[in-house]
C-alpha cells in the first residue's frame, strides 16, 4: 500500500504519504507528522489534534 517515500520535509521514509496543500509550496509527499503541523500553521487557532504526543 504505501510506497515508502521520503517526505519532502523531514525526510523521514514513510508508509502513507499525504500531498501537501498548493499554498504550502512543497513538492512530493509527505509523512502524517509534518501534514499535521503545516495544517496547525496553515490553520491557526484552537484545534484538537490527536497523536500530538508523537511530534
Given at each position: 500500500m504505501?510506497?515508502?517515500?521520503?517526505?519532502?520535509i523531514?525526510?523521514?521514509?514513510i508508509?502513507?504519504?499525504?500531498?501537501?496543500?498548493?499554498?504550502?509550496?512543497i513538492e512530493?509527499?509527505?509523512c502524517?507528522?509534518?501534514?499535521?503541523?503545516?495544517?496547525?500553521e496553515?490553520y491557526?487557532?484552537e484545534?484538537?489534534?490527536?497523536?500530538?504526543?508523537?511530534?
Amino acid at each position: 500500500m504505501g510506497t515508502k517515500d521520503k517526505c519532502a520535509i523531514c525526510s523521514e521514509k514513510i508508509e502513507l504519504h499525504y500531498k501537501s496543500m498548493d499554498e504550502w509550496g512543497i513538492e512530493g509527499p509527505i509523512c502524517g507528522k509534518c501534514y499535521s503541523k503545516k495544517l496547525s500553521e496553515h490553520y491557526p487557532g484552537e484545534h484538537v489534534r490527536v497523536n500530538k504526543h508523537l511530534d
